[in-house]
Nanobody, 124 residues
Framework: QVQLVESGGGLVQAGDSLRLSCTASGRAFSDDVMSWFRQAPGNEREFVAGITWGGYSQYSDSVKGRFTISRDNAKNTVYLQMDNLQPEDTAVYYC??????????????????WGQGLQVTVSS
């Protein structure tokens, strides 16, 4: 059974940093794109960052230069380093898997498995 387990959320102040982790289990994920999305109350789930098995990454304009996505294929884990957090980054963050993908797709419906979600709250 495929599972994604996330860790690392929390409450921080503006300007602080957090690192989110997402570990996949149940099969090998070496061919998959892994991405982070976020969802604020009343909003749709939006793309934050994605990374291919080879390490190519993309970011949304709102986090570019502040967030860094990385992955450790040996550990089936993807990370999201979030620096200089701002109140508008407050949301539930989800990692997702796009199986055997050749490109990073920024649409949530593309992803077939999600983690449980992590609350990230940034106070001003």
């Amino acid at each position: 059974q495929v599972q994604l387990v996330e860790s690392g959320g929390g409450l921080v102040q503006a300007g602080d940093s957090l690192r989110l982790s997402c570990t996949a289990s149940g099969r090998a994920f070496s061919d998959d794109v892994m991405s982070w999305f976020r969802q604020a109350p009343g909003n749709e789930r939006e793309f934050v960052a994605g990374i291919t098995w080879g390490g190519y990454s993309q970011y949304s304009d709102s986090v570019k230069g502040r967030f860094t996505i990385s992955r450790d294929n040996a550990k089936n884990t993807v990370y999201l380093q979030m620096d200089n957090l701002q109140p508008e980054d407050t949301a539930v963050y989800y990692c997702g898997v796009d199986q055997a993908a050749s490109a990073i797709v920024r649409v949530a419906t593309r992803y077939y498995k999600w983690g449980q979600g992590l609350q990230v709250t940034v106070s001003s």
